[in-house]
């Protein structure tokens, strides 16, 4: 392996002075800024929208409920008939006019309840409207039937079962979503480099084969060295990369808000206006504080040193395999029939963390596909935070490098003859025969 050093320092100089590298380096976070900054400018254009609502209650019973809000008036009309209601709302160029009919039955009085506009109202706007009208109609409605809805508001009774295991640490619903974004977000993260990263070894292997140089360098090194090389160095280069993007991304974002007057994390949509009077509400600020003791409840150390180490082989593991498919191929066009048998296992581990890990963390599905090599890198992430013991997180590790280890073995077989095959097109019998070599 002495040539590996030079190898991966080649790769990775090659890589990050390719012009096209350094543009979608610079490029990209340009973007993604330019995006964000355009959102949060219509953003605050949308919001800054004021809404005239008018509203014609012939019941007399449900008008009271509608308060002015920031963003939103409501102008109440009375002693008018709906015609001339419609006139005077088109005329002012309201948002939109809301008319109630007289009803005599409260549970029929929906049938009568119409909101006119010009164009499609907004889904927030008209929920909201909904969701006032529906609680008054149903105080009434109980009022009606001689019961007393203060009484009934007092006498509510909200459950939220305290769980805790057999050794007395503490748990909720909230951890187990709170557990499993952890995972999801890991497995997203994953998935998203080996398709970016490992198809770019892959395109590399490609050109120095077309371009004929891989015949020079085989002459050198050994097949094995150099698909380690490329993947070593592709891979510190795609951190790199990464890396500026955050730092770049964040200075670009400070000085967008700096020169422009937005601020991104003031703006906010109707729906997140909702949501910060919920968290006003002392329940919900509960649950809030609930979050935020389940977040400080997960193992972050073994999280971290966890997430490290799978992340690492997991992509190794599937890099080793793109490398294999650039060595077989003569373009990326040939690539399609091999791609699907390698991208199914983590698209697979991707559903099986989603839909069985927060069901049971600890059964037969979760465990047996949390120690496949395979899709142990998104599986074991998401089973860690529900307490896995440390030898099976060690067992699976070991699996999984041992698995590479197999797999460079494989991918080294079919480099060492498909880097100097040329003009066809190999089948899966023929891959088969090239490990036989």
């Known amino acids: 392996m002495n040539h590996l050093s030079l190898i991966i320092k080649r790769e990775y100089l090659t890589k990050v002075r390719n012009k096209s590298f350094l543009v979608m380096t610079i490029l990209s976070p340009l973007i993604m800024i330019a995006l964000i900054t355009v959102v949060a400018y219509l953003s605050q254009l949308n919001n800054s929208k004021e809404r005239t609502i008018a509203i014609l209650d012939d019941s007399g019973k449900v008008q009271q409920v509608f308060e002015n809000t920031d963003n939103t008036k409501y102008i109440k009309l009375e002693n008018l008939t709906l015609d001339n209601a419609k006139t005077i709302a088109a005329e002012q160029d309201y948002y939109g006019l809301l008319h109630i009919s007289k009803f005599e039955n409260i549970e029929r009085a929906e049938n009568g309840i119409e909101f006119y506009s010009d164009d499609s109202p907004s889904l927030s706007v008209i929920t909201e409207i909904e969701n006032k009208i529906e609680k008054r109609l149903t105080d009434l409605n109980l009022e009606q039937k001689g019961a007393n809805v ?5 006498s509510r009774i909200r459950i939220d079962i305290n769980q805790e295991n057999y050794t007395g640490e503490k748990t909720s619903k909230i951890d187990s979503f709170l557990k499993l974004g952890f995972g999801g977000v890991a497995g997203y993260l994953l998935f998203m480099f080996i398709i970016i990263y490992g198809n770019m070894i892959m395109r590399s292997v490609i050109e120095e084969k077309t371009s004929r140089i891989i015949e020079v360098i ?7 060295q150099l698909m380690l090389g490329k993947i070593i160095g592709t891979s510190l280069a795609g951190i ?13 974002l400070t000085v967008v808000s700096a020169i422009f007057g937005i601020d991104v994390a003031a703006v906010k949509t109707p729906q997140q206006e909702m949501l910060q009077q919920a968290i006003e509400n002392p329940d ?28 690492i082989c997991g992509y190794l593991l599937y890099s080793s395999l793109y490398a294999a498919i650039g060595a077989a191929v003569d373009n990326e066009t040939d690539t399609q029939q091999f791609m699907l048998p390698i991208l199914m296992p983590l698209i697979l581990a991707v559903y099986v963390g989603m839909f069985t ?10 465990t047996v596909f949390s120690f496949i090599p395979f899709t142990s890198p998104v599986v074991m992430l998401m089973r860690i935070p529900f307490g896995v013991p440390i030898w099976q997180q060690i067992l699976s590790l070991a699996l999984l ?3 590479f280890m197999f797999t460079v073995w494989f991918a080294a077989k079919i480099y060492r003859v498909g880097i100097l095959m040329y003009g066809k097109k190999p089948s899966y019998k023929e891959l ?4 036989k070599y």
């Open 150 to 154: 203060a009484l009934i508001e007092a």
């Open 218 to 224: 085989i002459s050198s090194v050994k097949p094995i």
């Open 240 to 252: 790199t990369q990464f890396v500026i993007w955050i730092i770049l991304g964040g200075v670009m």
């Open 284 to 311: 919900i600020n509960m649950k809030v504080q609930s979050v935020m003791q389940s977040f400080y409840n997960l193992p972050i150390a073994n999280l971290i040193i966890a997430f490290i180490l799978f992340f």
């Open 357 to 366: 890990v927060i069901e049971d963390p600890h059964g037969t599905v979760s």
């Open 401 to 403: 490098i041992g698995t």
């Open 432 to 435: 088969l025969k090239w490990i």
